[in-house]
């Protein structure tokens, strides 16, 4: 197990390796941009990605994260998107992934 900032990393000797990453922020925002970010050690493989949002609305509304097909071993490419709320308030973007290290 290894903590770098907001990644935590956990290898396993069978060669298998978790991923996780946290973004704070407020609102999801500049839908037209695409985002993108380095896992803090590069898979051998493109991972298997898993998004989670966690929001302050609670009423009917839809958001989320496009993990883009351009993703690789190294990089996670994105794009946040919301339906039927404005304001999503305080957000926590959460990036699972399951891949090989060896």
Known sequence: YQKIGNFEIRRYPDGTMIQSYIIY????KDFNDEKSFNW???????PIVIPFITTEVNDAHD??????TKSNHATVFYREYEHGH???????IQFYAIG???
Not at 25 to 28: C, H, I, P
Not at 40 to 46: C, G, H, P, R, V
Not at 86 to 92: A, I, K, L
Request: net charge neutral; proline share 4%; aromatic share 12%.
């Open 100 to 102: 090989r290290w060896k």
């Open 86 to 92: 404005p304001d999503q308030g305080n957000v926590r």
């Open 63 to 68: 958001c989320g994260v496009n993990i883009l």
């Open 40 to 46: 803090a050690q590069a898979f051998i493989d493109t």
């Open 25 to 28: 922020q407020y609102d999801l």
